[in-house]
């Protein structure tokens, strides 16, 4: 399945940088590798450094299984490899290597509980490479401790959701789309039916159920109030502020973090 068709018309956990560079790529017709690099052969789930397993979570998070591209990790990948260093007499400590912008809702709260379920079994770190946005961010917090860069990122918890409607640029063309459906509701959101009042309200109620779920799970997995979560506004925050909020523990690089953990 071509990773494109799982971000579209479904609602995501992804930073708004790279939903407006998606949306941009997409309506121009752009490759898949231009988004999501290139085809990779790799069925190596993780590296183990002295008894440290790192597996990495890096670019497009997307549901299902694929072809494996550079710039994408699935989080059936994250989980059959979460699952297998536990299960690895060799693996003494797991730690997340995280640079991600996000990805779908889809997978991304049953893979971070998976993640929760884990600990107390190895010590789990989410050591974050860079940024650990949005869906990403939703497994980091599952983990035991959080690293982040000085200029690192972590945050944007929130949904996002997007509707075209070219219902005008048909007419323009003269092209007539004729629908037949079974169900009031089963066109909302369809790209050739024009948004009316009560769609609206359902996708955005969707949204903020998927939107909520987020905030209780960061809530959980950070022991925050949920009112703090939501306050941040999926807002964006460097590594300081993040450790300010709550939602990481430590300034360090991947390195100093993973020199860190050994010594655990």
Not at 83 to 98: E, G, K, M, S, Y
Not at 100 to 128: F, M, N, Q
Not at 161 to 176: P, R
Not at 236 to 245: E, P, S
Request: glycine content about 10%; hydrophobic content about 40%.
């Amino acid at each position: 399945m071509h990773p494109s068709t799982l971000l579209l018309n479904q609602p995501l956990a992804l930073s708004a940088s790279r939903t407006a560079i998606m949306a941009r790529l997409f309506r121009d017709g752009a490759s898949a590798e231009s988004f999501f690099g290139d085809k990779v052969n790799d069925d190596t789930p993780y590296e183990i450094h002295k008894g440290i397993a790192v597996i990495p979570v890096s670019g497009v998070l997307l549901p299902g299984r694929g072809w494996s591209w550079s710039g994408v990790t699935y989080y059936s990948t994250i989980r059959s490899s979460l699952a297998d260093a536990l299960d690895n007499p060799d693996v003494t400590r797991i730690a997340l290597l995280i640079n991600s912008p996000g990805g779908t809702v889809s997978e991304c709260a049953d893979t971070a509980d998976v993640i929760y379920a884990a600990r107390g079994k190895k010590p789990i770190w989410a050591v974050l490479d860079d940024t650990a946005y949005s869906a990403a961010y939703a497994l980091a917090s599952s983990a035991d401790f959080i690293t982040v860069p000085r200029v690192g990122g972590v945050g944007s918890i929130g949904c996002v959701g997007m509707h075209v409607d070219i219902t005008q640029a048909l007419e323009k063309a003269g092209i007539l789309v004729t629908t037949f459906q079974y169900g009031a509701q089963k066109t909302d959101g369809a790209p050739t039916t024009p948004l009316t009042d009560g769609s609206r309200k359902r996708m955005q109620a969707m949204i903020d159920e998927m939107g909520e779920l987020f905030v209780s799970q960061v809530a959980r997995n950070r022991d925050l109030d949920p009112g703090t979560v939501r306050d941040t506004q999926a807002g964006t925050f460097l590594g300081g502020r993040g450790i300010d909020l709550g939602l990481a523990d430590q300034i360090a690089t991947p390195e100093e973090a993973i020199a860190a953990f050994m010594k655990l």
